[in-house]
């Protein structure tokens, strides 16, 4: 494998994404510095005492000064003004890259910004947890995850070629996607699972008739599964819905076309069209788990307590 090692380690935001590059990037020697910028006091003297960055600056342009790596890894509403504020400072030679959920807008946003001789390579590991914050990250998160990489006209091969090896010294897999293409497959597998979590979530905590007690001592009964996911980071959700919108509204149309295939099914007692559809989606799931992307445990492989 080429050489990965970059000079220079540049994180624009540390929460859970950025801090878990930098502990990886830590503990593989990826990079001879790394330096974050974060907009709260807090998160910057967070990232310092768990010794995951060597310097935590307030503004992202003294952050960028000197490095030969940027990532983005801030919710991506915010890239456009970030991409604004550092285009003056970055260094010749450079590639930037970012983490979004969403890759469309994000081409548009902060292309728009990247001076010559600047590389720009939008990306996406496609691993996370509903935690937040530097605390929460670990070096372990990419590890078997697919990370996709969706140049677009101001990323040379050179330099495509070193960012997928930085991935892969991660432990990613890495896979190349048209942007377009990056945003319709995200949209089913992720951000309408979340928007349905968050849905299911938000209409049983409107119910009148079942009291708030009843949800979270029955929750284990496939409630407690959407619980997890609706408990992401909200802004961060806020903004991939609002930069993914034809997707996410495309797909959205399907899926409620199949519901009111289901719907249907059980108002007719329509009991093979049932069958059916919840065959299928079996074969999924074990697609899934042979492709290492779960575990075949029961109950996702939750340790049952005594008192469950
Ligand atoms: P996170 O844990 O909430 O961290 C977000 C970071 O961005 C924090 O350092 C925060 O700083 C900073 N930030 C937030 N708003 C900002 C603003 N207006 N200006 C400057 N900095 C700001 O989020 P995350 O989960 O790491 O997600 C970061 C990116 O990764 C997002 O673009 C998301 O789409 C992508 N991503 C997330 C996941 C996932 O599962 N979480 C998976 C793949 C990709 P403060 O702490 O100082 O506010």
């Known amino acids: 494998m080429a050489e990965v090692k970059f000079k220079r380690l540049a994180l624009i935001g540390i929460g859970l994404i950025g801090s878990s590059i930098a502990r990886g990037v830590r503990r593989h020697n990826l990079a001879a510095e790394i330096v974050c910028a974060a907009r709260t006091a807090d998160t910057r003297r967070v990232a310092k005492e768990i010794g995951i960055v060597d310097a935590a600056y307030e503004n992202p342009a003294d952050a960028v000064k000197g490095a030969d790596l940027v990532i983005l890894c801030t919710p991506v509403g915010t890239y456009a003004t970030l991409a604004e504020q550092i285009a003056p400072f970055l260094e010749k030679g450079a590639i930037v890259t970012d983490v979004g959920s969403v890759k469309g807008a994000v081409v548009k946003a902060v292309g728009l910004h990247i001076p010559e001789g600047v590389d720009f390579i939008p990306g996406h590991p496609v691993a996370g947890t509903e935690k937040s914050g530097p605390a929460a990250g670990f070096a372990e998160l990419f590890i078997n995850r697919w990370c996709i990489l969706t140049p677009c006209d101001q990323s040379s091969d050179a330099s495509l070629e070193r960012l997928k090896n930085f991935w892969v ?140």
């Open 169 to 308: 010294a991660l432990g990613s897999k890495v896979e190349i996607m048209e942007p377009a293409h990056h945003d319709l497959v995200l949209a089913i597998t992720s951000h309408i699972p979340h928007l349905i979590a968050y849905n299911i979530v938000g209409t049983a905590d409107d119910l009148e008739g079942v009291t708030q007690s009843e949800v979270i001592k029955y929750s284990a009964g496939g409630f407690r599964d959407f619980t997890r996911i609706a408990a992401s980071d909200p802004t961060m959700w806020r903004d991939v819905f609002l930069h993914n919108k034809e997707a996410v509204l495309e797909m959205l149309g399907r899926f409620t076309e199949d519901l009111a295939q289901l719907q249907r099914a059980i108002r007719w007692e329509d009991g093979d069209t049932l069958f059916n559809i919840f065959s299928r989606t079996r074969a999924i799931r074990r697609q899934i788990i042979d492709a290492g992307q779960e575990t075949p445990e029961p109950d996702f492989g939750r340790v049952l307590k005594s008192d469950d």
